[in-house]
Nanobody, 123 residues
Framework: QVQLVESGGGLVQAGGSLRLSCAAS????????MGWFRQAPGKEREFVAY????????YCVDSVKGRFTISRDNTKNTVYLQMNRLKPEDTAIYFC????????????????WGQGTQVTVSS
């Protein structure tokens, strides 16, 4: 079992940066694929990025490519989302999630979720 706690959200002006962290507890973190998702008010939860268990494979949705970077440190049981050149449309609650096996873009394939952290980008 994996427990996830996100942090690092906040209010930032357009063009600014934030780094989200997701701290995991549980022995299976280093073998888990991790994903970041976001949900804006009135919208469905959407995929942002994923990383495989070793960190050797990553993927981001087109809308954040070149601006967001996902990484992980298995010695610290933490996954990160570095967000640069933020835009107002990035405003959402950001969630991290964990699953065994291959990384996925589908939220219904993840077994564990954090409580989310709010990111607000002002114009």
């Amino acid at each position: 079992q994996v427990q996830l706690v996100e942090s690092g959200g906040g209010l930032v002006q357009a063009g600014g940066s934030l780094r989200l962290s997701c701290a995991a507890s549980g022995r299976s973190f280093s073998s888990s694929a991790m994903g970041w998702f976001r949900q804006a008010p009135g919208k469905e939860r959407e995929f942002v990025a994923y990383i495989n268990w070793s960190g050797g494979a990553t993927y981001c949705v087109d809308s954040v490519k070149g601006r967001f970077t996902i990484s992980r440190d298995n010695t610290k049981n933490t996954v990160y989302l570095q967000m640069n050149r933020l835009k107002p449309e990035d405003t959402a609650i950001y969630f991290c999630a964990a699953r065994s096996g291959w990384a996925s873009e589908r939220p219904d394939e993840y077994d564990y979720w954090g409580q989310g952290t709010q990111v607000t980008v002002s114009s």
